[in-house]
């Protein structure tokens, strides 16, 4: 099965992203400071990850943080971008590992914390002065983590204490200058991907890294990219077999060139075209059924392998998958919160229903309280009046106003009305509650600008930087 693009369709998605530009350039310079949007991002979730020692914890990375739920999505506490020194681009890779920890890959290092969200800090010297780009979690108290520094050779980085102690592979894995996105490992068998940027002498070059002897010595396979592609990166290995891999090939604002999904059976050395979407988004490898499951958006859909990747069937249509998690019987999913109905959401009928788990503008988000760290719980206190508003929290209270969310003296009042632009409110109450016009040509820019998978955000930022 595959999926393909309409030219018409990507025209008239090219005049609209037009027309919506113009509207937020004027809306922009019309916006005194104190009027911008709070947290600059469209809100939406990323990434879901389960704790594989705590059965009711998962945690959801989105555009403005990690949110954490502790009893299987009942309740919800909100680690904002502040407690883990993030930039507005970054949506950290991130795990929970044994003794209640989190580990997170950003731009400033890696860094750790409790899993209620607080005292996150650097567990090594080393990976707290380079980027890391990936962590993949292997068991409870084990993960590799990469880094990409992008003037330094690439390496793999292990923890076997749960993030207490990392410590290098014995062997870096290329040369200065390539760009590793993906670590992915079983038993003794590691995999990276990554790409060289294209320079005066050649081309840009993908390529896929495989150690047998974790570490001790890398053999690297040149993969061909076809015009309009960018980036790949592994997403699964079969642990009942090595050479298995499953692999997205990216685009790169081409839209006119679909993501495609690409799967080796000899460890790399060759790839065939499995499955293709306009950008694919999710990806979830059931262990234990053996099922994989894909999802994407232009154009939107959920699809499952029932025979190891070989062919896809679509189960869904009409839903802007932004990342897939399995957890037994249980299939979870991102979606757009004001297109789908949910942000998050799990279906346990094979993905043809979800129940929803987070709706931005309705599940109550209390921000992190971190006893000892006072630094913390006041970064969050203070930015959570402006992510209730962004997210239309405060207009779906019950007195219809702006609320201290249960921070005391924390809370904001909104300013007098300004009658002078039409787009003044996007600040005060929420651009998505207040101005549905606006959130309505916001969601159209959405679906007609290229919008890359979660991680790509953070590659395009360090990339071009």
């Not at 980036?231 to 009942?240: A, E, S």
């Not at 000899?266 to 988004?281: E, H, M, N, P, V």
């Not at 606006?438 to 979660?454: E, F, H, K, Q």
Request: glycine letters at 10%.
């Amino acid at each position: 099965m595959s999926t393909s693009f309409n030219g018409m369709w990507v025209l008239s998605s090219w005049n609209t992203a037009f027309g919506m530009w113009l509207l937020l350039l004027v809306c922009s310079l019309s916006l005194s400071p104190d009027e911008a949007w709070a947290h600059g991002r469209f809100p939406e979730s990323v990434r879901i990850e389960f704790d594989p020692a705590h059965s009711g914890r998962i945690g959801v990375g989105t555009t403005f943080g990690i949110l954490i739920t502790e009893d299987n999505g009942l309740n919800w506490t909100w680690i904002c971008r502040e407690a883990l020194d993030i930039t507005l681009n970054e949506d950290p890779p991130f795990s929970f590992l044994a003794g209640d920890t989190i580990l997170a890959t950003t731009f400033r290092g890696l860094v750790t914390g409790s899993a209620s969200g607080c005292g996150f800090r650097s567990p090594s010297a080393v990976l707290g002065a380079t980027i890391v780009i990936d962590v993949f979690q292997t068991a409870v108290d084990e993960a590799f983590v990469l880094t990409s520094p992008g003037n330094a050779p690439n390496e793999v980085f292990a923890t076997r204490d749960g993030g207490e102690s990392f410590s290098a592979l014995p062997v870096p894995i290329a040369e200065a200058g390539y760009l590793s996105e993906r670590v992915r490992a079983s038993g003794d068998v590691i995999y990276v991907s990554g790409a060289k940027p294209a320079s005066a002498k050649s081309p840009r070059e993908a390529r896929v890294y495989r150690s047998e002897d974790r570490g001790v010595s890398w053999v690297g396979t040149p993969f061909e990219l076809r015009e309009g592609e960018r980036n790949i990166f592994l997403l699964g290995v079969d642990p009942q077999n090595t050479d298995h891999l499953l692999m997205q090939v990216a685009h790169h604002n081409d839209f006119e060139v679909p993501d495609r999904l690409v799967e080796s059976r000899d460890g790399g050395k060759s790839w065939q075209d499995r499955w293709t979407a306009g950008t694919l988004r999710g990806f979830a490898w059931d262990q234990v059924s053996g099922e994989i499951w894909v999802g994407g958006t232009d154009p939107s859909i959920l699809a499952v392998s029932r025979d190891g990747g070989m062919t896809f069937e679509t189960v869904r249509d009409d839903l802007q998958i932004g990342c897939l998690a399995v957890r037994e019987d249980e299939l979870w999913a991102c979606a757009q919160n004001w297109i789908d109905g949910f942000s998050v959401g799990k279906s346990t009928d094979g993905g043809l229903h979800f129940e929803p788990q987070v709706v931005f503008d309705t599940t109550p988000l209390e921000p992190v309280v971190c006893a000892s760290d006072p630094a913390t719980t006041e970064s969050c206190a203070e930015a959570y009046p402006d992510l209730e508003q962004d997210l239309g929290l405060a207009a779906n209270l019950d007195d219809g106003g702006v609320t201290d969310g249960g921070l005391g003296d924390s809370g904001t009042v909104p300013p007098e009305d300004d009658a002078s632009s039409g787009c003044s409110a996007v600040g005060r109450i929420g651009f998505l509650s207040a101005l549905w016009p606006i959130a309505l040509w916001l969601i159209v820019l959405w679906l007609g600008v290229r919008r890359l998978g979660p991680r790509a955000r953070t590659r395009r930022v360090r990339e071009f930087r």
